[in-house]
C-alpha cells in the first residue's frame, strides 16, 4: 500500500469535481465520462456501485437510480497525478447512456463532420419511470 | 451526417476545456485523461495526432513532443451532450505515462487503501531529452 491521501486529489479541482471515466469490464468498451466529488466516491468504494456527482442536478447521482441500470464496480483506479478516476464496472442492462446505447460517445468526428456510429439497444422512453432494486 | 456545431461543445466548461481520454485502439486500455480546447481537437482532426491542452504549461500539448510517444489517432468519438471526448490511439512507444507506465491509471482503490499494480516498462529518465519523429 501506498500513501493514498493524495489519491484522488479532490482538492486539485477548484470545484472539488474530478472527471470519472466507466470502462465495461467485460468488453473495454468506454461507456461515459461523469464527474466524482469525494463524496460520491467515498460511497462508491463503500457501496460497490457507482455514484457520480450530478453537475446539472446538483446532487450524488446514483447511476441507475432510476432505470435500474446501476454499474456494479469490478475495480477504481485513480490517475499518475491523482485527478482522475476509471471505474471498470459491469454495466446492469447494458445500455449505460440516457439514450438507451451501449456507450455515450456514439458521435464520431472526422474532419469531415460528425456522424452518429451506434443504436440504441433500448427505448429511453422505457428506460425511465422503470425501477429496480 | 448529424449537426456537427454541438459535438464537441467547448462552451459548456467555463475554461473551454473539456476531457479527453485516450484509449488505446489495439487493446481497449484507457491509457489516460487530459483536457483539450478547440484548438487542440482541431488540430487533432487535421493531424491524426493527439493534441492536448495543458493546464500546467498553459499551452497546446503536442502528445509525445519531447519523448517522441505521440499518439496515432485511430478514431475521434464525443459524448451525447457534446462534454467529453474520447480518442481511440495507437500509442507509439507504449508507454503513454510520463512515469514510464502503459496507463496512467496504476493506482487501484478499494476500500483498504491504495496499491500500486503495473510497473514502468521504460526508465522515465530516459523517455525526456529524447527527440523522435
Chains 1, 2 share one sequence.
Not at 81 to 91: E, F, T
Not at 109 to 118: E, H, L, N
Request: glycine share 10%; proline share 4%; net charge negative.
Amino acid at each position: 500500500m501506498t500513501d493514498s491521501s493524495a489519491y484522488p486529489d479532490f482538492s486539485k479541482s477548484a470545484d472539488g469535481l474530478l472527471p470519472a471515466v466507466a470502462q465495461c469490464a467485460e468488453t473495454g468498451a468506454v461507456l461515459m465520462l461523469a464527474y466524482m466529488n469525494a463524496e460520491s466516491y467515498a460511497e462508491t468504494l463503500a457501496t460497490g456501485r457507482a455514484v457520480y456527482y450530478s453537475r446539472s442536478r446538483g446532487r450524488l447521482w446514483r447511476k441507475g437510480e432510476e432505470s435500474g441500470h446501476v454499474q456494479e464496480i469490478r475495480g477504481v483506479f485513480v490517475d499518475c497525478d491523482g485527478d482522475a478516476i476509471l471505474l471498470k464496472v459491469h454495466q446492469r442492462g447494458q445500455a449505460s447512456c440516457h439514450t438507451g446505447r451501449v456507450s455515450c460517445f456514439f458521435h464520431q468526428a472526422t474532419p469531415d463532420g460528425i456522424q452518429i456510429v451506434s443504436d440504441p439497444i433500448i427505448d429511453p422512453a422505457q428506460l425511465y419511470g422503470k425501477k429496480h432494486d
